[in-house]
């Protein structure tokens, strides 16, 4: 992420006239552009999409739109050098290897084997037909994240001394996990291919606001107290090979 500070000075609000062209070239991409306007920046920021599939520019109020695209354009080394980290935007196809629970396996097609998903040793064995190969897995890998995750949030639960909450799968581009007023806890159910040390510091994560809900001393404390790993660790991780998770499965 890149941040641009400036100094507050009033503009006239862009009109549809001004309005951001649909594209911005990336290496050899057109990327769309995504502008976000927030009453309380006071910087713009620069990001491409954990999938690589668009670039996004968060601004101030007083900031044109054409400011904000040559912000993008002069920095389109880094956003090159971003693209070259994301994973490759091919659809999954049979021989493909992705990651289970932190460990690389292969996508193995038989259309003689059962068309659910079973995991065998270092392979992932699907049948039926080729065509929605990548839609069977994605719905094994959420359905194997509800029922790791729940297993995840009763545990921490039980540490925390706090009632068991509503769990949801989340498929946000921007989070990994949140903690509702509520109380409802959603998870990325990607984490289901990250290692199980870094999605079980999400959940601990999300229940120890369940306790505090803020990012206070004391929250963090919470956390130590119940997660058994390195939350700087998971972090680490996240940050370096959490885009990767985001890879096409159709």
């Given at each position: 992420?890149?941040?641009?500070?400036?100094?507050?000075?009033?503009?006239?609000?862009?009109?549809?006239?001004?309005?951001?062209?649909?594209?911005?070239?990336?290496?050899?991409?057109?990327?769309?552009?995504?502008?976000?306007?927030?009453?309380?920046?006071?910087?713009?920021?620069?990001?491409?999409?954990?999938?690589?599939?668009?670039?996004?520019?968060?601004?101030?109020?007083?900031?044109?739109?054409?400011?904000?695209?040559?912000?993008?354009?002069?920095?389109?080394?880094?956003?090159?050098?971003?693209?070259?980290?994301?994973?490759?935007?091919?659809?999954?196809?049979?021989?493909?290897?992705i990651t289970y629970r932190g460990a690389p396996v292969t996508v193995a097609w038989n259309p003689q084997a059962a068309r659910r998903p079973q995991q065998v040793d270092s392979r992932i064995v699907i049948g039926?037909?080729?065509?929605?190969?990548?839609?069977?897995?994605?719905?094994?890998?959420?359905?194997?994240?509800?029922?790791?995750?729940?297993?995840?949030?009763?545990?921490?639960?039980?540490?925390?001394?706090?009632?068991?909450?509503?769990?949801?799968?989340?498929?946000?581009?921007?989070?990994?996990?949140?903690?509702?007023?509520?109380?409802?806890?959603?998870?990325?159910?990607?984490?289901?291919?990250?290692?199980?040390?870094?999605?079980?510091?999400?959940?601990?994560?999300?229940?120890?606001?369940?306790?505090?809900?803020?990012?206070?001393?004391?929250?963090?404390?919470?956390?130590?107290?119940?997660?058994?790993?390195?939350?700087?660790?998971?972090?680490?991780?996240?940050?370096?090979?959490?885009?990767?998770?985001?890879?096409?499965?159709?």
């Amino acid at each position: 992420m890149i941040e641009w500070l400036r100094r507050v000075r009033p503009q006239p609000q862009p009109t549809a006239a001004t309005a951001a062209p649909a594209q911005l070239r990336v290496g050899d991409r057109l990327l769309p552009v995504e502008l976000r306007r927030l009453s309380h920046a006071r910087r713009m920021t620069l990001r491409l999409a954990p999938d690589g599939h668009a670039v996004r520019i968060s601004l101030p109020p007083w900031v044109p739109v054409h400011e904000a695209l040559a912000f993008a354009r002069a920095r389109s080394e880094w956003l090159d050098a971003q693209a070259a980290r994301l994973p490759g935007s091919q659809p999954l196809a049979p021989g493909s290897v992705i990651t289970y629970r932190g460990a690389p396996v292969t996508v193995a097609w038989n259309p003689q084997a059962a068309r659910r998903p079973q995991q065998v040793d270092s392979r992932i064995v699907i049948g039926g037909p080729e065509q929605g190969l990548g839609t069977r897995l994605a719905r094994w890998l959420e359905a194997e994240a509800r029922r790791t995750l729940t297993l995840d949030l009763s545990e921490y639960c039980i540490r925390a001394g706090r009632p068991v909450p509503g769990l949801a799968l989340s498929r946000a581009r921007r989070r990994w996990g949140s903690c509702a007023a509520n109380g409802t806890i959603r998870i990325n159910w990607r984490l289901i291919m990250a290692p199980d040390a870094v999605r079980r510091s999400v959940v601990a994560h999300e229940v120890a606001h369940l306790v505090h809900f803020d990012h206070s001393p004391a929250f963090h404390a919470s956390l130590a107290a119940i997660f058994e790993g390195s939350v700087d660790e998971a972090n680490l991780w996240l940050k370096r090979h959490g885009p990767a998770l985001y890879q096409p499965f159709g």
